[in-house]
């Protein structure tokens, strides 16, 4: 298959995220800090609903339970992410940027913040498998409609970091949609999938984190769950040969 078909999506969507970003940052200053308020809430709470609907996945997994593997996985992972400081590397990687594209402010918070909103989630893994398997690019087109609202909004408030997110989202996405034609063998089916359930269920949990975030609820250390989405696999299988 054409890897510009089966990149199609993370095209459109990385060109959505730049111009959603690019006109927040023109509208920056210009808008009323209650309209930000209410437009940043109004995405907190679909994000949270993005989040809550994907973790349902994981009742669709009974044998052995996906709660239970998706809860030990969060865990492990979690202390592993803590281990490894994969936040704090994050961060690190936004002040770098941040020195190099001086007078933004908040560019850390935003950078961090917009990656994980745009790259953890069901949409943007089941959406770049389906366009690698299939050159289907539907789910990639919803979730570039999303990010590019989600880009305005959060450049407004956060400044140029949320742009550089755009980089994360083509490495990411383009990763796994060229890498998703070796997968054929083995996922034929992806939307029904249990490993494929597995992982947008544990990735819906930490959407509810960043919705929580979003809307000043609690701050969730999502960045440090990120090993759960690999780990929660074969916890899972390991389950099954004990439960």
């Known amino acids: 298959m054409n890897p510009l078909l089966q990149t199609s999506g993370t095209i459109v969507n990385v060109i959505a995220i730049l111009v959603g970003?690019?006109?927040?940052?023109?509208?920056?200053?210009?808008?009323?800090?209650?309209?930000?308020?209410?437009?940043?809430?109004?995405?907190?709470?679909?994000?949270?609903?993005?989040?809550?609907?994907?973790?349902?996945d994981l009742t669709l997994v009974t044998r052995p339970p996906g709660v239970i593997a998706a809860l030990l996985a969060l865990a492990i992972g979690g202390a592993l992410g803590e281990a490894l400081g994969i936040e704090a590397r994050l961060e690190r990687l936004g002040d770098h940027l941040k020195r190099r594209f001086r007078g933004e402010g908040r560019f850390v918070e935003g950078f961090v913040t917009a990656t994980l909103l745009f790259c953890v989630g069901p949409l943007a893994l089941l959406g770049a498998i389906q366009n690698g398997l299939v050159g289907d690019a539907e789910f990639l087109l919803i979730k570039s409609t999303l990010d590019g609202l989600s880009a305005l909004a959060l450049a407004t408030s956060f400044g140029g970091g949320v742009l550089f997110s755009a980089v994360i989202v083509a490495v990411y996405q383009g990763g796994v949609s060229l890498g998703a034609g070796e997968l054929a063998q083995i996922l034929t089916d992806p939307a029904n999938d249990p490993r494929v359930l597995l992982v947008n269920g544990v990735g819906g949990l930490m959407i509810l984190g960043l919705g929580l975030g979003l809307l000043d609820v609690v701050k969730v250390r999502v960045a440090s769950m990120l090993p759960a989405l690999v780990a929660v696999i074969p916890i899972w299988w390991a389950l099954g040969r004990i439960l």
């Open 21 to 56: 970003g690019s006109l927040g940052l023109l509208l920056r200053g210009r808008l009323p800090d209650r309209i930000i308020l209410v437009v940043m809430q109004a995405i907190g709470l679909s994000t949270l609903f993005i989040g809550l609907s994907s973790a349902w």
